[in-house]
């Protein structure tokens, strides 16, 4: 069974950047691997996500151009660059492969614990 651990979140200021990393044990990314993220009193909801074998990605509008995902070669990591950083991205980000449905849809059937992004204006 896969287990996945989120690292890299922390405080960062408006304009800034994080690098945040998901590794996997127990087995390698399954299909995709994807970045969620959930705000306070928010619902969990799509950030990125990246094709295990064409490395294509997925991204969802309100990151395009300032987030970057990214994995290594033996399918056991997935990263997210995150780069011009706003208030409202604060939100806990989750890791996740094996999607039930689709890339972008929530329904994947493994998840890490997540990890915290604070950013401040």
């Known amino acids: 069974q896969v287990q996945l651990v989120e690292s890299g979140g922390g405080l960062a200021q408006a304009g800034g950047s994080l690098r945040l990393s998901c590794v996997a044990s127990?087995?390698?990314?399954?299909?995709?691997g994807a970045w969620f993220r959930q705000g306070p009193g928010m619902e969990r909801e799509f950030v990125a996500a990246?094709?295990?074998?064409?490395?294509?990605?997925y991204y969802a509008d309100s990151v395009k151009g300032r987030f970057t995902i990214s994995k290594d070669n033996a399918n056991t990591a997935v990263y997210l660059e995150m780069n011009n950083l706003e208030p409202e991205d604060t939100a806990v980000y989750y890791c996740?492969?094996?999607?039930?449905?689709?890339?972008?849809?929530?329904?994947?059937?493994?998840w890490g614990q997540g990890t915290q992004v604070t950013v401040s204006s």
């Open positions: 996740a492969t094996d999607p039930a449905v689709g890339p972008m849809d929530r329904r994947y059937n493994y």
């Open positions: 127990g087995g390698t990314f399954v299909r995709y």
């Open positions: 990246i094709g295990r074998v064409s490395g294509y990605t």
